[in-house]
């Protein structure tokens, strides 16, 4: 067995949901989300990797997975626009139901651009700081900045009002910046 095997395990054993629950906040649906994290652990695992222990391993699946969400989207975006026409969409009343809360997030978190969204995800989900999220995503602290307030703007339409301490979060510097 490869070295980087038992890890893998382990990991995707552990912590299988929270890798999809990551990834479907970005995503906007579990099936998509399970390709992303798919992708992601091919990206991460398909190099050598010495001494990577699963805590650690998370980690560089989680980036894997944020930057296979934004190097896909236009991809995707493709795909969706012509899908239809190959495969005809199944509708059906399954045992689960969704909450109306959880439709008006996923319409407006649907309404954001992948940078807005991969923001508000690292902001929110992940509780990253703005110079964190700049990194993560590779663009200026003003720039994600930007993307934030933009997206509490948009997310304000379709949610109501943004309480004003997460408006705070994104545009003053309050220790954590």
């Not at 902001?123 to 999220?133: M, S």
Request: aromatic share 6%; glycine share 6%; charged share 30%.
């Amino acid at each position: 067995m490869a070295s980087w095997q038992p890890v893998m395990e382990q990991l995707f054993l552990n912590r299988r949901a929270a890798l999809i629950g990551y990834a479907a906040l970005l995503a906007g649906n579990d099936h998509d989300a399970e390709d992303l994290v798919h992708e992601a652990l091919v990206r991460t695992f398909s190099r050598a990797r010495p001494g990577l222990v699963p805590e650690a391993a998370e980690s560089y699946v989680r980036r894997a997975i944020l930057s296979a969400y934004l190097d896909g989207y236009r991809k995707r975006k493709r795909w969706i626009a012509v899908r239809h026409l190959l495969v005809p969409r199944a509708e059906s009343d399954g045992p689960e139901r969704v909450t109306a809360q959880r439709l008006e997030i996923e319409t407006a978190l649907a309404g954001l651009s992948p940078r807005e969204r991969a923001c508000v995800v690292l902001r929110y989900y992940e509780d990253k700081t703005t110079p964190e999220i700049a990194e993560a995503i590779g663009i200026s602290d003003g720039a994600v900045k930007k993307y934030l307030g933009n997206a509490v703007r948009r997310l304000s339409v379709v949610l109501g009002p943004v309480p004003e301490r997460h408006i705070e979060a994104i545009t003053v510097v309050k220790g954590r910046d």
